[in-house]
């Protein structure tokens, strides 16, 4: 194939005020024209800092050690901006994870599409915004005379992608380099955008460079992939015999931490510990830490890039006599069957309206409809999880469940008590009955405080405990979601991100709640941590016997945890049962899409995906009849008039469709 762009022995520093520190060593990887070439690795491997050197855009602190590029056979050392100044938006775009940071948030969309054709095709600015429609228009944006006219935060999400995606296009590159897109996403907006870039490259015959930690992703859109771990490359080959047959054993640890389809399975086989900090890397190779096949050699250097068959190569030691075809089995589980007593949770005809434009009566009595009429009880010692597309009111239900949202109308009962009845001192009891963990937990820790302070002061506020018991009691619950008791005194940035997410957890359990509300407690997570936090969770159900509304969009990690789930879509219920009926045989439409939108590497290229087209609709002006059937491929004229009833078949599964 031929090459588009070959990068040989990189090695970058990072200069600190102490020390000059490795953050890439002999990095080489090539994309050929055409070629889809994938980067994987969790945060921290060096899959963006390599990105960033091939596009010139490396930060101040970083050093280039040594190593070239070679683009189009042009020789460009990564030490020297000049070269790609040329190259960079003209010949070679890229596309980042979050356009909210990547787009000017001053100027409409569209002027900065049509300010790169301006710049780097010489077209004028008249003929760059005619252009600019057109790519929007092409790249799947509705109105796209309107949409260019908008700026970025009046935007969904998928849309925002969508314009990145537009702008990167823009000028026609040869190679296109996408860092993360759809990371934060929707599974149906990410299959949207997944489509969209293989249709773009097959169309254009770019190559793109595509940067992920999912494997599923992989499968999905790679040809060949590279594993990079600690600044290394691992195991590198086609996408698909490495997904198959991983030879590294990191590679299969990455594979391990997907749930699997099996939703009898027991707890994920995740990678223990994190990738290390480069200030602190160790001897050897630097995955031993964490590899359950290391042995005292493999600390002792570190182990060359061996050829191992065939356009293949690995960096391991032991990659002769390992055997990593299979995936890790796990134990079975049983689920519970449910209470027999009533209830811990019960919501009925549950509906939250908001004016519009703030206020009482909001701009021209306008609402947005975040919850229309939501029905679920939620039994002690069971996980229920939430799922779908955002807007779909998740977290509105569950700030709603917690008194942090006004209800517009229907009944919330806890414990057997309608909340609305409950006077002021039966609500501050409450709340330590009822805990939160939210999605970003270093927006939700403060930033001032030590881990013993953040943990503590509930325990002291409601008079769990006093003096050194409250101590006592931190390091406990430190240790109940595996940190240890030296992490007290640190503060939050001390911390990796799953790390932090544990610190949340641990606040939330330190007043002994019976219920908690996790809100997309994993979705930001890389795979081998978010495993991690999933089994913690698992765990401290079945321990302490809590009581869970588990939000998340991502259906994978909801069929492994959860026991019935509530499929929501603009508001309303769309599906809802015992997760094994749900998403062993779905009914209703739109969550056979959710669940298609799922990336699986051992399912890739055998599965009918079926890609919704736009976005939902707004809230504030929901089609009448089946808010879905906008979308909805089976869709006929009574959807678009009726709003359908539930129906509830003998398995307790209940859908909103009466074509199922």
């Given at each position: 194939m031929d090459s588009l762009l070959t990068v040989d022995g990189l090695s970058v520093s990072i200069h600190t005020a102490a020390a000059r520190l490795p953050a890439l060593s002999d990095v080489g990887f090539h994309v050929g024209r055409g070629e889809v070439v994938a980067l994987v690795g969790e945060s921290g491997s060096g899959k963006t800092l390599s990105a960033l050197a091939v596009m010139g855009l490396l930060p101040e602190v970083a050093e280039v050690d040594g190593g070239t590029i070679r683009f189009e056979g042009e020789t460009l050392h990564p030490a020297v901006a000049n070269p790609f100044r040329a190259i960079r938006g003209a010949r070679a775009a890229m596309i980042f994870q979050e356009p909210m940071t990547s787009l000017n948030p001053v100027l409409p969309v569209g002027e900065q599409i049509a300010e790169t054709m301006v710049r780097h095709r010489g077209m004028s600015w008249g003929d760059a915004r005619g252009e600019a429609v057109r790519l929007l228009e092409h790249v799947g944006i509705p109105e796209a005379g309107r949409r260019m006219r908008q700026y970025v935060h009046q935007l969904s999400g998928g849309m925002r992608q969508r314009v990145m995606i537009a702008g990167a296009m823009s000028c026609r590159p040869a190679l296109l380099v996408a860092d993360e897109p759809t990371t934060a996403l929707d599974v149906t907006i990410q299959a949207q955008i997944l489509e969209l870039i293989g249709d773009l490259q097959r169309e254009t015959g770019m190559g793109v460079l595509l940067i992920t930690h999912d494997l599923g992703v992989v499968a999905e859109m790679a040809d060949r992939a590279y594993v990079m771990y600690a600044g290394r490359i691992v195991e590198h080959g086609p996408a698909r015999a490495l997904i198959d047959r991983p030879m590294m054993p990191y590679t299969r640890g990455l594979l391990d931490s997907l749930p699997q389809a099996d939703t009898s399975t027991g707890p994920l086989t995740a990678i223990p510990g994190t990738v290390p900090d480069i200030r602190r890397l160790p001897e050897g190779c630097a995955f031993a830490p964490r590899c359950r096949h290391a042995e005292d050699a493999c600390t002792q250097a570190v182990?060359?890039?061996?050829?191992?068959?065939?356009?293949?190569?690995?960096?391991?030691?032991?990659?002769?006599?390992?055997?990593?075809?299979?995936?890790?089995?796990?134990?079975?589980?049983?689920?519970?069957?449910?209470?027999?007593?009533?209830?811990?949770?019960?919501?009925?005809?549950?509906?939250?309206?908001?004016?519009?434009?703030?206020?009482?009566?909001?701009?021209?009595?306008?609402v947005v409809r975040a919850v229309e009429d939501v029905s679920v009880d939620i039994a002690r010692g069971e996980i229920v999880g939430l799922v779908g597309e955002s807007g779909s009111g998740k977290t509105t239900i569950g700030r709603c469940l917690l008194g942090l949202v006004e209800r517009t109308a229907g009944t919330i009962e806890f414990d057997g008590r309608d909340l609305a009845s409950l006077n002021r001192s039966e609500r501050k009891a409450l709340k330590r009955r009822m805990q939160v963990v939210f999605q970003d937990p270093f927006a939700s820790l403060n930033p001032m405080l030590t881990v013993a302070r953040i943990i503590g002061e509930p325990i002291a506020h409601h008079g769990l405990a006093s003096g050194s018991a409250v101590k006592d009691r931190v390091v406990q619950l430190l240790e109940t979601v595996g940190l240890q008791a030296r992490h007290a005194g640190l503060r939050p940035h001390a911390f990796s991100g799953g790390q932090r997410q544990r610190i949340a957890i641990a606040r939330a359990l330190a007043v002994e709640p019976d219920f908690i509300v996790a809100d997309e407690a994993v979705s930001a997570l890389d795979v081998s941590i978010r495993a991690q936090i999933t089994n913690l969770l698992r765990d401290l159900r079945e321990r302490l016997g809590l009581t869970m509304l588990f939000i998340a969009h991502d259906l994978s990690v909801v069929r492994h945890l959860c026991d019935r789930v509530v499929v929501l879509y603009c508001g309303r219920v769309m599906e809802a049962g015992p997760v094994d009926t749900v998403f062993g045989d779905p009914r209703h439409p739109y969550t056979r899409a959710l669940l298609s939108a799922v990336p699986e590497p051992e399912a890739a290229g055998e599965r009918s995906r079926i890609v919704l087209k736009g976005d939902a609709p707004s809230p504030i002006a929901p089609p009448p009849g089946c808010v879905f059937h906008t979308r909805c491929p089976q869709a006929q004229d009574r959807c678009r008039d009726e709003v359908p009833p539930m129906q509830t078949d003998r398995t307790g599964r209940s859908h909103a469709c009466p074509y199922a």
């Amino acid at each position: 194939m031929d090459s588009l762009l070959t990068v040989d022995g990189l090695s970058v520093s990072i200069h600190t005020a102490a020390a000059r520190l490795p953050a890439l060593s002999d990095v080489g990887f090539h994309v050929g024209r055409g070629e889809v070439v994938a980067l994987v690795g969790e945060s921290g491997s060096g899959k963006t800092l390599s990105a960033l050197a091939v596009m010139g855009l490396l930060p101040e602190v970083a050093e280039v050690d040594g190593g070239t590029i070679r683009f189009e056979g042009e020789t460009l050392h990564p030490a020297v901006a000049n070269p790609f100044r040329a190259i960079r938006g003209a010949r070679a775009a890229m596309i980042f994870q979050e356009p909210m940071t990547s787009l000017n948030p001053v100027l409409p969309v569209g002027e900065q599409i049509a300010e790169t054709m301006v710049r780097h095709r010489g077209m004028s600015w008249g003929d760059a915004r005619g252009e600019a429609v057109r790519l929007l228009e092409h790249v799947g944006i509705p109105e796209a005379g309107r949409r260019m006219r908008q700026y970025v935060h009046q935007l969904s999400g998928g849309m925002r992608q969508r314009v990145m995606i537009a702008g990167a296009m823009s000028c026609r590159p040869a190679l296109l380099v996408a860092d993360e897109p759809t990371t934060a996403l929707d599974v149906t907006i990410q299959a949207q955008i997944l489509e969209l870039i293989g249709d773009l490259q097959r169309e254009t015959g770019m190559g793109v460079l595509l940067i992920t930690h999912d494997l599923g992703v992989v499968a999905e859109m790679a040809d060949r992939a590279y594993v990079m771990y600690a600044g290394r490359i691992v195991e590198h080959g086609p996408a698909r015999a490495l997904i198959d047959r991983p030879m590294m054993p990191y590679t299969r640890g990455l594979l391990d931490s997907l749930p699997q389809a099996d939703t009898s399975t027991g707890p994920l086989t995740a990678i223990p510990g994190t990738v290390p900090d480069i200030r602190r890397l160790p001897e050897g190779c630097a995955f031993a830490p964490r590899c359950r096949h290391a042995e005292d050699a493999c600390t002792q250097a570190v182990p060359a890039l061996e050829s191992a068959a065939p356009d293949r190569a690995v960096r391991c030691r032991r990659w002769r006599e390992l055997n990593l075809d299979e995936r890790a089995v796990t134990d079975a589980i049983v689920r519970p069957v449910g209470a027999q007593e009533g209830p811990l949770v019960s919501v009925r005809g549950l509906s939250v309206h908001f004016p519009v434009g703030g206020g009482w009566i909001g701009r021209g009595g306008e609402v947005v409809r975040a919850v229309e009429d939501v029905s679920v009880d939620i039994a002690r010692g069971e996980i229920v999880g939430l799922v779908g597309e955002s807007g779909s009111g998740k977290t509105t239900i569950g700030r709603c469940l917690l008194g942090l949202v006004e209800r517009t109308a229907g009944t919330i009962e806890f414990d057997g008590r309608d909340l609305a009845s409950l006077n002021r001192s039966e609500r501050k009891a409450l709340k330590r009955r009822m805990q939160v963990v939210f999605q970003d937990p270093f927006a939700s820790l403060n930033p001032m405080l030590t881990v013993a302070r953040i943990i503590g002061e509930p325990i002291a506020h409601h008079g769990l405990a006093s003096g050194s018991a409250v101590k006592d009691r931190v390091v406990q619950l430190l240790e109940t979601v595996g940190l240890q008791a030296r992490h007290a005194g640190l503060r939050p940035h001390a911390f990796s991100g799953g790390q932090r997410q544990r610190i949340a957890i641990a606040r939330a359990l330190a007043v002994e709640p019976d219920f908690i509300v996790a809100d997309e407690a994993v979705s930001a997570l890389d795979v081998s941590i978010r495993a991690q936090i999933t089994n913690l969770l698992r765990d401290l159900r079945e321990r302490l016997g809590l009581t869970m509304l588990f939000i998340a969009h991502d259906l994978s990690v909801v069929r492994h945890l959860c026991d019935r789930v509530v499929v929501l879509y603009c508001g309303r219920v769309m599906e809802a049962g015992p997760v094994d009926t749900v998403f062993g045989d779905p009914r209703h439409p739109y969550t056979r899409a959710l669940l298609s939108a799922v990336p699986e590497p051992e399912a890739a290229g055998e599965r009918s995906r079926i890609v919704l087209k736009g976005d939902a609709p707004s809230p504030i002006a929901p089609p009448p009849g089946c808010v879905f059937h906008t979308r909805c491929p089976q869709a006929q004229d009574r959807c678009r008039d009726e709003v359908p009833p539930m129906q509830t078949d003998r398995t307790g599964r209940s859908h909103a469709c009466p074509y199922a």
